[in-house]
Every structure is written in structure tokens, then in C-alpha cells.
Nanobody, 120 residues
């Protein structure tokens, strides 16, 4: 069993900042990568940021230069620092860990998500 918990969402004005946090616990051998997705009402879930176990990061074009993904101090934790937030950043943000299971990478683990609302 793997548990994924996201926290840190909330209501923020345009131009503001938020930090989201993700903690993964349970039966974990090793982490391949952690991804952040978001989903706005009526849209498909989209990939926002990826951090690989090496520390290498990748971002969607829409958030480059504004969002930063990094490993947390505790094992199997990551955070997403979001700055210069825009109304179009509104949505439910999900953490999606990709874990080594034997010789395969499995990424079927999802939390409940945390709501981010950017509005004046």
C-alpha cells in the first residue's frame, strides 16, 4: 500500500504565491520520479512539473519560470513552489509518484489533491 497526501492549497490573489507539499508513504522500494498534475473544471488533467530522483526537473511551458519543484527535507517528500500565480493556474493539484516495483516503474498512485484557486 502506498499513500499520497497533498497539502498547501488555498485561495490566493493573482500575482501571489503558494507552496504545495506532497508526502508519499507506505511500501516504497525506491522513487523514480515525482510528478505534479493539475486539473481545472471541465478539462483533462495536465502535467505541470516532474522531479526525478537525481534532482533533475522539468516543467510545462505554462509554468516555466514561475513554478519550482524540489525535494523536501524528509524522505519521499516534494514541494511545488508557485509564484506569480494567474487565474488560469486554478485547479486541483495532484502529486503522482513513479515508483520502482521490481524492474518496472509504476505510477498508479494518486492522492486526493489540493485545491488552488487564484482569484481577486
Amino acid at each position: 500500500q502506498v499513500q499520497v497526501v497533498e497539502t498547501g492549497g488555498g485561495l490566493v490573489q493573482p500575482g501571489g504565491s503558494l507552496r504545495l507539499f506532497c508526502a508519499v508513504s507506505g511500501d516504497i522500494a525506491s522513487v523514480y520520479a515525482m510528478m505534479w498534475y493539475r486539473q481545472a473544471p471541465g478539462t483533462q488533467r495536465e502535467l505541470v512539473a516532474t522531479i526525478f530522483n537525481s534532482g533533475y526537473t522539468d516543467y510545462a511551458d505554462a509554468v516555466k519560470g514561475r513554478f519550482t519543484c524540489a525535494k523536501g527535507n524528509a524522505k519521499n517528500t516534494v514541494y511545488l513552489q508557485m509564484t506569480s500565480l494567474k487565474p488560469e493556474d486554478t485547479g486541483v493539484y495532484y502529486c503522482n509518484p513513479a515508483l520502482w516495483v521490481g524492474v518496472q516503474v509504476v505510477s498508479d498512485y494518486w492522492g486526493r489533491g489540493t485545491q488552488v484557486t487564484v482569484s481577486s
